[in-house]
């Protein structure tokens, strides 16, 4: 073996180790609940765990690591053409006649690929994933030894060219058609069905609640759901925590689709003037507004002030009032409500009532006392409630 093929063989090597890590660390953020940080997860920007948690770790509902250790073993099996095409099951390899322009071909499409995905790591994530970073680095290294002595065009050229020739051959060229056309298929398959990127299903199942401007599904009065029913969802949820607006505008198409079942909000304001189970201070100013949405509740209209200030996120008294206005709610009523020493109270039971049953944090569903802390999925919280009805 040449120093070349000796140094291709070796930096391939080296990436297939290290995609088989990178796909034990996908696995364990995606499947595995109960896996420990890996070791590459340092800080907020430095996180192999949250790069593998994105949407953006996965090409055509594949995991990127699943494309690397595709991407080597190729590598070597151009190494070593020449040898294992006397191989029944590797003869199709004859028709690269020149391996090191295919080799180069690769490396360079990988390398461009990577700085698009290190583009995407750096500015729309804002995480970088140290051993994808890696893998860039070893994909632009087999690319300069690979077309050493020779250009990179000259070896896209050679590697068309004898595409062209193998395709010329009617058997390769049915070979490839079927090889194709099953690819075709099988990544058709994984981009609908989400087999491998779960964290996929899960950010578009979102989607509607996360982007959403408003909450279409909203309803006016003190009643989400059916009044009589016998099966009552009780939610804890902070006005100024982001993924409650989201389970705000669920909890409420939830109602319009399930029968039998009535939503009951309680609050955990995450604010120290209300809270004292906090040791510091998260979302200062949501105690007030929990206080306005139980004042609201005694003019008949808890869940139409409870849509509104999640949506519009009132910075002071003066902007909820503003809301109120617009509700048409008696303004004075309004605020001696809310200033009561009875609705602190309520607050402050509600809050320690969530304590005592392990609650310590926004949103929480909690069904026939089984309590379920953060966001979850719209079809598993649906199903959740179908399961205890």
Known sequence: MNKKKLAIGILALIGFITTIKLAVIYYNANFNEFALSSFCSVNSFIDCDGVAKTSESQFFGIPLAYWGLFLYSFIFLLLFADKLKNIVIFKFLEVFKNPMAYIASLGVISFAISMCLLFISLFEIKKLCILCAFTYLLDFLIAVIASSGTSIVNCFKQSFVDFIDALKIRKYAIAFSAAALLAAGFLCYTTVSY????????????????????????????????????????????????????????????????????????????????????????????????????????????????????????????EILEIAKDLNLDLTKLQDDANSLETMKKIQNEISEAASIGINGTPSTVINGKVHIGMQKYSDMKQWIIDEK
């Not at 909450?215 to 759901?225: E, F, H, P, Q």
Request: include cysteine; proline fraction near 3%.
């Open 195 to 318: 087999k491998f990127v779960p964290q996929l299903k899960n950010q578009k199942e979102f989607k509607e609640f996360s982007r959403a401007n408003k909450n279409k599904y909203a309803v006016s009065g003190n009643i989400l759901g059916d009044k009589d029913a016998k099966l009552v969802v009780h939610t804890y949820t902070d006005y100024m925590c982001p993924m409650c607006y989201s389970y705000n505008i669920m909890i409420h198409k939830m109602a319009k689709e399930l029968k039998g079942v009535r939503f009951e909000h309680h609050n955990y304001p995450l604010d120290t003037e209300c809270n004292k189970y906090l040791r510091s201070e998260f979302h200062h100013g949501s105690c007030l507004m929990a206080k306005y949405a139980i004042a609201a509740e005694k003019q008949g209209k808890f869940w139409d002030m409870n849509t509104k200030l999640f949506e519009k996120q009132p910075k002071n008294v003066q």
